[in-house]
């Protein structure tokens, strides 16, 4: 099956540094890119969807200035923790899909990354 | 099921036993369910869907409920294993939001 993976799997970072976290397709292309973060022994939140080429749509209450998004390439979206604090720290998943936005998404479409957990200090 | 970011509730299970993990839905519009599965440190793996025009559906050891009258899903592991141990999330229709989810932990 197709496979995302995340750079880096997990990261510690001094509070008020950026982080980037990456998220590849490795053998599809992927026009639609999901960002969840995870706190611990809680669900996913989604924070935005992402869109090849476009700006990316994000969750209310989601910092769009705090979490930038980049989808460049159909196989690449990077996510970037700006002036991370300690609150920030949580583990960071993303998926991608082959379908656009408001396509219907199923499990032969969708997959998940391995997640990344950040740790800020 | 689609209250996030609460504390999970969990399910201790023997091993050998058959699991069975609730989901509540509130949308009677819900056309399409998911299942998944994420184990610590991961990101979630599928394992079995359901769409709103059929009440069962059977996988490898796994079985999903529907019952749309009540608005309730649910997820049935039979001759549960230690490496059933994880969080299960129902997600439902496209909108990729996760519920609270399950933890299932397995007894010796």
């Known amino acids: 099956g197709a496979v995302v993976s995340q750079h880096p799997s997990w990261v510690i970072c001094k509070s008020g540094t950026s982080v980037k976290i990456e998220c590849r397709s490795l053998d599809f292309q992927a026009t639609t890119m999901f960002w969840y973060r995870q706190f611990p022994k809680q669900s996913l939140m989604l924070m935005a969807t992402?869109?090849?080429?476009?700006?990316?749509?994000?969750e209310q209450g989601v910092e769009k200035d705090k979490f930038l998004i980049n989808h460049a390439s159909l196989t690449l979206s990077t996510l970037t923790v700006t002036s991370a604090h300690p609150e920030d720290s949580s583990f960071y998943i993303c998926?991608?899909?082959?379908?656009?936005?408001?396509?219907?998404?199923?499990?032969?479409?969708?997959?998940f990354g391995p997640g990344t957990r950040l740790t800020v200090l | 099921g689609e209250s996030v970011g609460l504390h999970l509730p969990t399910l201790s299970v023997q091993e050998g036993d058959n699991s069975i993990i609730n989901c509540a839905y509130s949308?009677?519009?819900?056309?399409?369910f998911i299942w998944y599965k994420q184990e610590s440190g991961k990101g979630p793996q599928f394992i079995i869907d359901i769409r709103s025009n059929m009440d069962k559906r059977q996988g490898q050891r796994v079985t999903v409920l529907l019952n749309k009258t009540v608005k309730h899903l649910s997820l049935q592991i039979a001759a549960t294993q230690p490496g059933d141990s994880a969080v299960y999330f129902c997600v439902l229709d496209d909108k990729i939001i996760f519920g609270k989810g399950t933890r299932l932990h397995i007894l010796p």
């Open positions: 949308n009677s519009a819900s056309d399409y």
């Open positions: 998926s991608a899909t082959t379908l656009g936005a408001g396509g219907p998404i199923t499990p032969d479409t969708q997959y």
């Open positions: 992402s869109n090849e080429g476009s700006k990316a749509t994000y």
